[in-house]
């Protein structure tokens, strides 16, 4: 059952949490989203009560629960691009979301008030999985962002247990599907604001009628087998 637990817990150590999750894993189009969260514990009874995994909520809901959202709430979103996904790997893109937006976050974090700065921060990630963020940077070996040391725990049904880690997952999600949207004013016939770039009957119908688009991960299936036959 989703709660505040971790949250609570870490506060009364004086540690500061970060809640971490992605969206668009699965998707055979666009890039990944992911958003590193935080908010001031002393004032959680004021978050919006239907915060859950974003799985479970309708857009409308999601966007109420993120218009909600007071000064003592940050977050950072970042991407991995399509390039970046097919040359690096899914699990390799979705660290360099990850990294991105932990790196935004804390910087803003420490950057705008003193308090932060000398406190230690633990990193919850949504998944099975604890990426390596020191070794990111030797694989990437160009545009490398430093962290700290932090602890990094990995929590799986993270946006079902915990909070911040569910705030994450709705913000990921619907920077995600907005991105989504503005592209299918692009290309329409994709209807992109209904399936997302996920592998729905109306995308792949799409797909062999008109072709993938640049927007399209040629290193996913069925994208790979088809992409030298109808590619656009």
């Known amino acids: 059952m989703i709660s505040f637990d971790i949250e609570r817990d870490l ?3 004086n540690i500061i949490m970060i809640g971490v999750d992605e969206a668009g894993r699965g998707s055979w189009a666009g890039p990944l989203v992911s958003t590193a969260c935080w908010f ?3 004032k959680y009874k004021s ?3 239907g915060i859950n995994d974003s799985k479970k909520l309708k857009s409308s809901k999601r966007r ?3 218009l909600s959202l007071d000064n003592f709430v940050k977050y950072s979103s970042s991407i991995a691009s399509v390039v970046e996904i097919d040359k690096y790997g899914l699990s390799y893109a979705n660290s360099i979301a990850m990294k991105r937006s932990v790196f ?3 910087h803003q974090l420490k950057k705008h008030s003193q308090i932060y700065r000398n406190k230690n921060f633990c990193i919850y990630v949504d998944g099975k999985f604890k990426p390596d963020f020191e070794n990111l940077d030797n694989f990437l070996q160009r545009n490398k962002l430093h962290l700290d040391k932090y602890s990094i725990k990995a929590l799986v049904k993270g946006d079902s247990l915990c909070k911040t880690i569910a705030l994450a997952s709705i913000i990921s999600k619907e920077t995600r599907d907005t991105i989504m949207r503005q592209w ?3 290309h329409p016939v994709y209807l992109f604001d209904r399936n997302f770039g996920y ?3 109306n995308h792949i119908n799409a797909i062999l009628k008109n072709g993938i688009l640049d927007l399209h991960r040629k290193s996913f299936k069925p994208i790979a087998t088809t992409y030298g036959k109808i590619n656009k």
């Open 11 to 13: 506060y009364k150590k």
């Open 40 to 42: 001031d514990f002393t």
């Open 47 to 49: 978050l919006h009560s």
């Open 64 to 66: 109420e629960i993120i």
């Open 104 to 106: 935004s976050l804390t």
């Open 184 to 186: 299918s004013k692009k």
């Open 199 to 201: 592998g729905t009957k």
